[in-house]
């Protein structure tokens, strides 16, 4: 019978989970449906706020010191993962720790050109007073932007599922549930 360590914590699996939601929300429902885009979008904006705050005041696998490892770490957990042979974190590893910075900059960028393309094309939202005539030369670079961060976050968000579902195989641990309950199966960690 293995016991288990709680690591994620109810705030930091509810952020998880709702900006999720809100970010598919947001990419499928696109200019069809605008109203629904732009709160997913608002969602989007407020909870990445949050997750910087919390990167710095939460508890300790919630901060971003607890996964702030170099480069050639990264890239050397990622080598020893293909061999089977990475050594397991109960939080975030270091391969995981980059696609978090990575997606955290992708939703930020593609956030804020959607707040610039919706400004320019509908004269709405915060940047209305500063962007809201730019002229549609403005507004189509707005738009190639936030379209190009988009699409660049669900790959990022592909990538994240494979390495969550191999990571889960390699350790035998089933790292959603751990998203989900909060706790993982306790073994020899780091």
Do not use: C
Request: aromatic residues 16%; without cysteine; proline residues 4%.
């Amino acid at each position: 019978m293995s016991t288990q360590v709680k690591v994620w914590d109810p705030l930091l699996r509810a952020f998880h989970w709702i900006l999720a939601s809100s970010f598919f929300i947001a990419y499928f429902t696109e200019e069809d449906l605008l109203t629904p885009h732009v709160w997913a979008g608002y969602t989007v904006l407020a909870m990445l706020a949050f997750r910087l705050i919390w990167g710095f005041t939460g508890p300790r696998h919630a901060r971003f010191s607890d996964f702030l490892y170099s480069p050639s770490k990264a890239i050397a957990y990622l080598k020893d993962t293909l061999f089977m042979r990475a050594k397991r974190y109960i939080g975030h590893n270091p391969a995981g720790a980059v696609m978090i910075f990575l997606m955290i900059f992708s939703l930020l960028a593609t956030s804020f050109t959607g707040l610039a393309v919706y400004a320019a094309d509908q004269h709405a939202g915060p940047l209305a007073p500063w962007l809201g005539a730019v002229g549609e030369h403005w507004e189509d670079i707005f738009e190639e932007t936030h379209e190009f961060f988009a699409n660049f976050t669900l790959f990022l968000v592909i990538l994240h599922l494979a390495g969550v579902a191999f990571e889960s195989l390699v350790h035998k641990e089933n790292l959603v549930r751990a998203m989900i309950t909060g706790y993982k199966r306790h073994q020899e960690y780091s």
